[in-house]
């Protein structure tokens, strides 16, 4: 098997959060922003695809309502990515830093966490089949995607703290 230093495998963990965050981002853009709004809007049924946009774009129009759940769901992925998942970065670094150097990429995650994540990709297929509206969708997607990339920040600023601390 391969062996990578801690700071490589704190890289590879980083590069995973980010690409998986950049992907959700961009569904749940496109699940916000996409061609169904556009065809909601103009045929008047925002209620049937977009209910939560349908509540609020009398009061914001519908760039506004856009507006607000950009802004909300960005905010919310923020939030979770610095302080939940920021502590979460925090223990699997410490982890991959209790092995000795340099060690199994097979060491990147524990088996707690590969079930953990097997439980998200299980909830985000069945949100895709239970219906649920595009905005909530998108809006759920961003913000997760957020929390990742905002996550994977956190791996890199601790790689980099690695790095210079071995030099």
Known sequence: MFKFSHTALIYISGIIWMFVGWMLLRLGLTLLLGPSLAQSVASDEIALSHPILAAISPYLGVNGGVALLLILAFFVGYMKGRHV???????????????????????????????????????????????????????????????????????????????????
């Open 85 to 167: 998942l920021g502590k979460s970065v925090n223990k699997g670094v410490e982890r991959i830093r209790s092995f000795p150097n340099p060690t199994s990429l097979a060491n990147i995650y524990s088996a707690k966490y590969y079930v953990l994540l097997g439980g998200m990709m299980a909830l985000g297929i069945s949100i895709k089949y239970l219906g649920i509206p595009n905005d909530i969708r998108g809006t759920i997607d961003i913000a997760i995607g957020m929390a990742l990339v905002q996550g994977a920040s956190s791996y890199f600023r601790q790689a980099r703290m690695l790095k210079t601390q071995a030099l």
